[in-house]
């Protein structure tokens, strides 16, 4: 197997800067945001985004999670069929501006999903996808507004995601086997 460093520590840190700062420049003070992560790494880097904005800004966003998994063998399959689980979105999303925010953007069929979860919640105004590594290979008419670090990937590699507060440490991997 042979790996590659796509992000160190110093690196993702940075990155999760910048894009704070891309969020508050489109947002201004961030009234009527909502962040959402994607369970479970997504919802990590919400997490650490919306602390690294409330700093800045001296208040707290709204935040809620959806679960939403691709039943796959592998990275190559087609045909993923995405797995809607428990979803905790505490607000009303009527009028609301959403940042969905994910890990990896791959095919677009997670995001697609999660458009479509985040209906029961209400008609937001706007919905924007922030991901911390964009691997390229769309399927769907789907891009992200902000993006850590896109990166060209074979179908057959896979893209390893490392937080501390789940992984021990932070560091991101491009593994091909
Ligand atoms: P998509 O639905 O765009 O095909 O895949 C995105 C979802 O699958 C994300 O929630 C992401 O966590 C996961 N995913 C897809 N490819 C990778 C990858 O290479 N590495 C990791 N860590 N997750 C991936
Ligand atoms: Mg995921």
Redesign the pocket.
Known sequence: MEQTILLTEEEMRRALERLAYQVLERHGDCAGLVLVG?QR??ADIAARLGRIIAERLGCALTSGALD???Y?DD?TTLS?K?AIGPSDIPVDLDGRDVLLV????????????ALEALLDYGRPRRVELL?L?D?G???LP?HADYVGRAVN?GRN?????LLRERDGRDEVLLSSH
């Open positions: 994607i790494r997504g939403i998994n691709l796959r990275w993923a995405p994910d890990d990896v953007l791959f095919t677009g069929r997670t995001i697609r999903a991901v590594v691997r290979h769309r399927e789907i990937t590699e896979q893209v390893d995601v």
